[in-house]
Nanobody, 124 residues
C-alpha cells in the first residue's frame, strides 16, 4: 500500500517562507513524476508545481519565481520551498505521485496517489 505523508505546513506572515515535505511509503517512486497541488476554501484544487524523475520541473504562473520543487530520490521525498508567501497562497497543500509516468505534469488526473494535505496559512 502506497502512502504519501506531508509535513511542514503552518502559519506564517506575508513575505515569510515555509518548506513542505512529502515522503512516500510503500513504493519506490524514484522514476515517477511528483507534484504539489493546493485547494483554498471555496475553490477548486489547482496545480502548483511538478518535478520529473530527472529533476525537470514546471510551475504555475502564480508561484513561479517564489516556489521551488525538489526531490531526494534516496529518501523517497519531494519538497516545496515556498518564499515570499502571500495571503492568497493560503490553502491546503497536497502532494501527489504519478506511478505510471516519469514526466512532470500539471494535470491532476495523471496522478495516482495523493497525500492527506497540510494546511498553509499566510497572514497579512
Amino acid at each position: 500500500q502506497v502512502q504519501l505523508v506531508e509535513s511542514g505546513g503552518g502559519l506564517v506572515q506575508a513575505g515569510g517562507s515555509l518548506r513542505l515535505s512529502c515522503t512516500v511509503y510503500g513504493r519506490m517512486l524514484s522514476r515517477s513524476a511528483m507534484g504539489w497541488f493546493r485547494q483554498a476554501p471555496g475553490k477548486e484544487r489547482e496545480f502548483v508545481a511538478s518535478i520529473s524523475w530527472n529533476f525537470s520541473s514546471m510551475y504555475a504562473d502564480s508561484v513561479k519565481g517564489r516556489f521551488t520543487i525538489s526531490r531526494d530520490n534516496a529518501k523517497n521525498t519531494v519538497y516545496l520551498q515556498m518564499n515570499s508567501l502571500k495571503p492568497e497562497d493560503t490553502a491546503v497543500y497536497y502532494c501527489a505521485a504519478d506511478a505510471e509516468d516519469f514526466r512532470a505534469t500539471m494535470n491532476s488526473y495523471d496522478y495516482d496517489y495523493w497525500g492527506q494535505g497540510t494546511q498553509v496559512t499566510v497572514s497579512s
